[in-house]
């Protein structure tokens, strides 16, 4: 009982802010040492996140933060060799980038330890998404890079599964401004969900990656 009552008085007095944030994802997938061994080396890629986010304060040094984020996930393969003509190294190879566009609703806690005017925090909790749709694309290098290959995904007749569950772990900064705060932080994104089944090697594939973000809260 007193518990409730401690929960339900602090959020009678609690702050609310809403607003905007963006920033970009370095994400790639997580193999098993099967997969590692077998395929070609996955590698990072950049994408977008941009979404709506809200935070109800809890006190002084808590929070409670509701997104409604687009963001874009996926991997890219490098693959080629190189060999020398008249002393000179001649790159050939393939690169391929794989990318999802996803629709995600995180819902993060947040402890924060500071002043009135800048606060340091820490964040985690889970993150639900969708996946809207896929691109590949491949582009051929050889010497110069010219594009071979640029088509959509149909998700469902590959397989992939569109819902992922995920955890957010991270940390960050916000500075108080006569019309809200602006934050800066920097997150580490894992799933849960297997998505994807590698073909012939029977592996499935889970997201994963580092984003770092920006944004504005005006608070009321």
Do not use: C, W
Not at 187 to 196: D, V
């Amino acid at each position: 009982i007193a518990a409730a009552l401690f929960l339900v008085t602090n959020l009678a007095i609690a702050q609310f802010s809403v607003g905007i944030k963006t920033g970009i994802n370095f994400n790639d997938i997580s193999e098993t040492d099967a997969l590692d061994a077998l395929t070609p080396d996955f590698k990072q890629l950049k994408g977008l996140n941009i979404g709506l986010v809200s935070e109800l304060e809890i006190g002084n040094h808590f929070a409670i933060q509701p997104e409604l984020i687009y963001t874009q996930k996926g991997f890219k393969l490098d693959e080629g060799m190189d060999f020398e003509l008249y002393n000179i190294p001649l790159p050939v190879g393939v690169i391929v980038r794989t990318k999802f566009s996803y629709l995600e609703v995180p819902l993060l806690f947040k402890g924060k330890i500071g002043d009135e005017k800048m606060k340091g925090y820490l964040i985690a909790g889970p993150s639900v998404g969708y996946a809207i749709d896929g691109q590949l694309n491949a582009t051929a290098r050889a010497i110069l890079e010219f594009q071979v290959a640029d088509q959509d995904l149909d998700l469902d007749k590959i397989g992939y599964e569109r819902f992922e569950v995920a955890g957010i772990v991270g940390g960050g900064a916000e500075v108080k401004i006569p019309s809200g705060k602006l934050f800066m932080d920097a997150r580490y994104q894992f799933g849960f969900t297997e998505l994807y089944d590698i073909p012939v090697f029977n592996e499935k594939i889970k997201n994963r990656g580092v984003s770092l973000n920006a944004g504005y809260m005006m608070t009321f």
